[in-house]
């Protein structure tokens, strides 16, 4: 059975900074990403990072997001700093089954930036 499970969310200041955490288990992924929706927006990927460690940064977050992985235990953080008040949002782990190539999906963690 998949399962993610995240972590490391809250309420910061801006300028301040957060780590989420992202364990994954129940199959081999080709690759976890995260994603965010802030009210009343579309959801935006922010980075995703495949099996070999390759990364893709969300526009939005270059230079001040930074994704880890620990393949021995298929977790994934999310290194945040110099927030912004837009970077508010429901922050959702996803990843890719390598086995059905189906995708999944963690149940959010709420980041709030204050200004």
């Known amino acids: 059975q998949v399962q993610l499970v995240e972590s490391g969310g809250g309420l910061v200041q801006a300028g301040g900074s957060l780590r989420l955490s992202c364990v994954a288990s129940?199959?081999?992924?080709?690759?976890i990403a995260w994603y965010r929706q802030a009210p009343g927006k579309q959801r935006e990927l922010v980075v995703f990072?495949?099996?070999?460690?390759?990364?893709n940064y969300g526009d939005s977050v270059k230079g001040r997001i930074a994704i880890s992985r620990e393949n021995t235990n298929n977790t994934v953080y999310l290194q945040m700093n110099s927030l912004k008040p837009e970077d508010t949002g429901d922050y959702h782990c996803?990843?890719?089954?390598?086995?059905?190539?189906?995708?999944?999906w963690g149940p959010g963690n709420q980041v709030t930036v204050s200004s």
């Open positions: 996803a990843a890719r089954s390598a086995v059905s190539d189906r995708d999944y």
């Open positions: 990072i495949t099996s070999g460690s390759t990364t």
């Open positions: 129940g199959s081999i992924f080709s690759f």
